[in-house]
């Protein structure tokens, strides 16, 4: 009988699994091993058909216990990240250990998917550790992240991640089962995130995370226009992330076609918003056949940016449509509003949302 030839770590389909905060943590927030056991088993059963990151949310639960008196302060969570994060990734360490597979710890800041060239630098990595069969483990770098630009909460930066490195799944593993509705039954597909679903979740987070339902479908309606398949499921669930693979629990939020390269989900998903230019008729008409953004068609110019920054696109006080790099500084624009043959953006930096 014929063996079938293994494929390499870079022709295997990329899942990203994000575990949150409470999925992992008990009430007291410790870890709770026997879960991150259970992560390692079933992660490496899939490991030979899949390339993995692990998003993993924790690190403030599992070191603020050092801290005396701990209130929750913003230099108390990059204290108690600064204690968790080497527990945290030594437990993973040590789950996986006995299924051979090593792992590697990543700590991103927001820069690393807003500046192009950081991003790339951050893929070639992954990479580099996919094609050893190394997992990255993922967290934000609480310790020296900027208030200001920092990850809403590892949803998004799972997000991210998967649009940008051109993921088929995002999983995202939670504390419940998946989305309920209004009976209280779990949902198990949406073919699409509206307003009504969005209405069907509940606001609360954890005590130690930052995210909640909310954040999940708000950053799982960006993964499904970027084509990627999402499940929210039990983390907690027998096989669950075996399961999740398989549309086999959970909520299932189905992915739409999408034909953007890498490149332009990276921009559409990773890259910082610096300013808005509101364009008028004629312009939003042009973009949306393709064409390059021109000084003429620019009605306004709103916020602070430099060239090669990006700034989002709206028509005459209609919602965003496009994101776009720019080509000049907003000072500049500003001085070329009305101008003929003035390209503020060529077509290949625009992104239409």
Not at 129 to 145: C, F, G, K, Y
Not at 183 to 196: M, T
Request: aromatic fraction near 6%; proline fraction near 3%; charge should be positive.
């Amino acid at each position: 009988m014929a063996v079938q030839a293994q494929k390499s770590p870079v022709e295997k389909p990329l899942i990203v699994l994000k575990i949150g905060t409470s999925s992992i943590t008990r009430k007291d927030g410790s870890l709770d091993e026997p879960v991150l056991v259970e992560v390692a088993r079933q992660v490496a059963r899939l490991h030979a058909s899949y390339r993995f990151v692990i998003v993993s949310s924790g690190a403030v639960g599992t070191g603020k216990g050092f801290l005396k008196n701990y209130s929750g302060s913003i230099s108390e969570r990059k204290a108690a990240a600064a204690i968790g994060n080497p527990l945290l990734i030594n437990k993973y360490a040590q789950f996986f250990s006995p299924y051979n597979i090593p792992i590697a710890q990543s700590l991103c800041e927001r820069q690393h998917f807003s500046n192009r060239r950081q991003f790339l630098q951050l893929r070639q990595t992954f990479e580099e550790l996919w094609a050893n069969d190394i997992i990255p483990i993922a967290n934000e770098n609480d310790v020296v992240s900027n208030f200001e630009l920092r990850f809403s909460d590892n949803d998004e930066l799972a997000t991210l991640i998967a649009t940008g490195f051109g993921a088929s799944s995002l999983l995202l593993g939670t504390a419940v089962p998946g989305l309920y509705d209004r009976q209280g039954q779990i949902i198990s597909r949406l073919d699409r995130i509206d307003e009504e679903v969005m209405g069907l979740a509940y606001k609360e987070t954890s005590a130690l995370g930052l995210g909640g339902m909310i954040s999940k479908l708000t950053f799982a309606r960006l993964a499904t226009r970027m084509g990627i398949k999402v499940v929210i499921f039990g983390i907690r669930t027998p096989e669950g992330i075996v399961l999740a693979t398989r549309e086999a629990t959970g909520t299932v939020c189905t992915p739409q076609p999408s034909s953007l390269s890498l490149r332009n989900k990276w921009l559409a998903s990773g890259s910082l918003v610096s300013g808005r230019v509101v364009v008028d008729k004629g312009a939003c008409k042009a973009l949306k056949n393709r064409k390059s953004l021109l000084a003429v068609g620019i009605l306004q110019v709103a916020g602070d940016f430099m060239k090669g920054e990006v700034f989002e696109i709206v028509c005459e006080d209609t919602p965003s449509f496009a994101l776009a790099r720019s080509r000049m500084s907003s000072a500049q624009l500003q001085q070329q509003l009305g101008r003929q043959n003035v390209e503020v953006a060529h077509a290949d930096d625009i992104v239409l949302l």
